[in-house]
């Protein structure tokens, strides 16, 4: 059994993880790093913990479904303004920004699918959750 993962109960259908034993991958966004808590591969739905360096920037992208976040620690800010820690943040279908994370951030994160991104070029892509390479 991997060290991140908890026995469950014989009987039981939980899927329970222990992120303190997971290492922090990289995503291809600089300074922005995740522990993939949990992730369902037909429906997209994931969940993450994810560890901004200070100074990443989360380029323009879209929550395809509704995205919900909690900052553990620092901040984050769009044009919307700031969420600090302890702050929880419902962001609707189809809202589309840049986010920031001036002084580093930890942020626990609940997807129904995964964002879509816009490129400079044109081209949109979905984030995975692979990890980089």
Request: aromatic share 10%.
């Amino acid at each position: 059994m991997p060290d991140d993962m908890i026995p469950a109960a014989a009987s039981s259908l939980s899927h329970v993880t222990r992120p303190s034993a997971m290492e922090w991958q990289p995503t291809r966004f600089p300074g922005i790093a995740i522990k993939l808590l949990y992730r369902d591969a037909d429906s997209g739905l994931f969940t993450a913990l994810f560890r901004w360096e200070p100074g990443a920037v989360l380029p323009d992208h879209e929550h395809v479904r509704i995205e919900q976040t909690y900052m553990l620690e620092g901040s984050l800010v769009d044009e919307e303004g700031a969420l600090l820690a302890g702050d929880f943040a419902a962001r609707p279908a189809g809202s589309r920004h840049v986010a920031r994370s001036p002084d580093g951030a930890l942020i626990l994160c609940f997807f129904l699918e995964p964002n879509r991104f816009f490129n400079a070029d044109g081209t949109e892509e979905r984030f995975s959750t692979a990890p980089a390479r």
